[in-house]
């Protein structure tokens, strides 16, 4: 839940399946490309339910940070 909800405050970053983009995206493993395993499968494969995939895109790296510092402080 808190990953979801961090992923949602992000202005500049999709919450997408796929990280292969010119812009910057994010998903929860857990809940997406993992999502057909169980809490025990998932701890032992090292994806815990809070993990959020960032790939960064070609967006300014300033504006990239910022984005991130606002959704983290929620």
Excluded: W, Y
């Excluded at 997406?32 to 339910?49: C, F, I, K, Y």
């Amino acid at each position: 839940k808190m990953a979801e909800r961090f992923m949602k405050r992000l202005k500049l970053a999709a919450i997408e399946t796929h990280v292969a983009d010119a812009r910057t995206c994010c998903l929860n493993p857990a809940t997406s490309t993992h999502r057909q395993m169980n809490d025990e499968e998932l701890e032992r494969a090292g994806v815990p339910a809070g993990l959020i995939r960032i790939s960064c895109g070609l967006e300014d790296k300033e504006d990239l940070i910022a984005d991130l510092a606002q959704a983290l402080d929620g």
